[in-house]
């Protein structure tokens, strides 16, 4: 399974765009790229999930340049209650394989 | 979105005894659940994958006969802590994956159950 690279933590302020990057360079052929959220003593939380390019849904966008190499989670005008851990995953898709988690990003978003 | 649950939430016990944590999907059938342990301030680690019917998958340094994983039907998984220490205080979360899942890997995690040995 490709393993991620990810800032320890980042901060922002209310309002602003976040974008937080994720290194996978040994990413394979068929492997999806996930981000999952998790508030302390939670489980985390589905946030999206692509392939190429770019995909965009309800909270977030995920955009994936074309060697797949890397991949950035782009929430938009975030608030408090965005301060969380943001984890990037890769892995395969269908009914092979398992999520490996990473280190993780802390986001701490300041009022 | 699919839900998963655990029961309990929160579990107390003394050290030698053992402690059964269970796992459901509620409104999907899971072919598939994994178990995750998660210390404070640290990332999620797998422990073990269970497919329904059959034995868990455990990870490397994982003992299988101190967390004993069953998966006897589509919507239930447990994980058994047996003899527990207090080193094995920790969260654990399961997840799972849907049957006749398509292109993607999606796992559907529960709210975890916080482990502490006395």
């Known amino acids: 399974l490709a393993k991620t690279t990810q800032p320890i933590s980042m901060d922002s302020y209310e309002g602003q765009e976040v974008n937080i990057t994720c290194s996978h360079n040994?990413?394979?052929?068929?492997?999806?790229i996930t981000w999952y959220q998790q508030f302390p003593s939670q489980g985390p939380r589905f946030i999206i999930q692509g392939y190429k390019t770019k995909v965009t849904n309800e909270v977030a966008s995920l955009f994936i340049p074309a060697d797949r190499k890397s991949s950035t989670l782009s929430l938009p005008r975030v608030s408090l209650s965005d301060t969380a851990v943001y984890y990037c995953l890769v892995g395969l898709g269908g009914s092979q394989g398992n999520l490996i988690f990473g280190k993780g990003t802390k986001l701490s978003v300041k009022p | 979105g699919a839900v998963v649950s655990q029961h309990p939430s929160r579990v107390i016990c003394k050290s030698g005894t053992s402690v059964k944590i269970e796992c459901r999907s509620l409104d999907f059938q899971a072919t598939t659940m994994f178990w995750y342990r998660q210390f404070p301030k640290q990332s999620l680690m797998l422990m073990a994958t269970s497919n329904e019917g059959s034995k868990a998958t455990y990870e490397q340094g994982v003992e299988k006969d101190k967390f004993l994983i069953n998966h006897a039907s589509l919507t239930l998984s447990t994980l058994t802590v047996t003899s527990a220490h207090p080193e094995d205080s920790s969260f654990y979360i399961c997840?799972?994956?849907?049957?006749?899942?398509?292109?993607?890997?999606?796992?559907?995690f529960g709210p975890g159950t916080r482990l502490t040995v006395l």
């Open positions: 997840s799972a994956r849907s049957a006749g899942t398509g292109d993607y890997n999606e796992q559907f």
């Open positions: 040994n990413i394979a052929t068929n492997d999806y």
